[in-house]
């Protein structure tokens, strides 16, 4: 496929505008419409992107023959039927986190997207965030030795729904950088958590992510918190790392810090029992590493075009909003059962 890649946006709530301007600015593409079931937020786009068409009908967007693409900025209980409707329609679609609510409707829409030969892009837009980026150079190359453990906060106060719980809504990000720095699955998951605002959708949510190799991953999530927080600290074997996404000027910060283990006496050769070896406190420098900061959001988009210019698999495929909806509806099936470890096939 060669030339500008047409393309209509599907919602334009609260994230649908960033979705907009993005598109509505990138070379390559060409925003045609964009499709809302309010009014009023066609009436925002209208007086911000005058030369965009607007429309209340989904399905005589569909039909249009002069769209290649889709994005589906709806909320994510609708992500699944809205996604198939655009690939049974003969369109590529990126659509927003998550792929859809459960691993069965992620499946169906992957091999969908297969038999149609469209692309199917999922927006876990922190996979293209530089700062995430570097420090999945820091795990890959090795700098932090064996990775121990990760913990991440993601809390503020607001922006409560009522379609999904504070999991689904903003652990759809922990768990894709997670994944995406450690380079594998885990094999079960845990989660409590507690609805104080609206019965039976949770406010707070605490999961646990267990790996194969000993690694353990926690997620703290809420929407019920005095403070905005987007924190995940790294603990590796050499060194540590901490990645502020709040920040301005120090988002990740690498610290040399760590235990290290002294042979007491050479001779002894392996460490096989206490009395060999002493534990040594390392605290050394820290680091703040330059990061070339793009808006995110840009490079996925930019990514999802050239994926269908060239044909590219994307980053954030269906395969990869599979891997999330796998841990998020074990964690759901957890905290039905009070935290219980629900087993990841
Ligand atoms: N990647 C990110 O960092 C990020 C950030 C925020 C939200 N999101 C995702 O974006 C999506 C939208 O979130 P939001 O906060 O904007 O939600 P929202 O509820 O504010 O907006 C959703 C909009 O979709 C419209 N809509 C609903 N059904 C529709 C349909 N069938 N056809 C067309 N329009 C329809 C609604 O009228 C509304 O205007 C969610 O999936 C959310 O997870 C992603």
Redo the contacts with the bound molecule.
Sequence with gaps: MSGTITVAV???????PNIIRNFHQLPGAHLLSV????QD?LDYVKEHFPNVETTLE?ESLLARTDIDAFVV????D??FS?TKRVLEADKHVLV???LALTSDECRELIELAESKGKTLMV?H?FLYNAAVRKLKQFVDNNELGDIYYVYSSRLNLG?IRSDINAMW?FAP?DVSIILYLVGQEPVSVSAKGQSYIQPGIEDVVFMHLDFDDGMKAMIHISWLDPNKVRRMTVVGSKKMVVYDDVSRDAKIVVYDKGIDKININESFGEFEGFGEFQLRLRAGDMFIPEIDFVEP?KVECSHFIDCIVNGKKPLTDGEEGLRGVKVLEAAQQSLKHDGAAVKIS
């Design positions: 599907l919602g334009c709530g609260y994230w649908g499709c809302d079931l309010r937020r989904v900025t709806t909320p994510a609708n992500h809205l927003e986190k998550p927006g837009t922006r809504n990000h959001l």
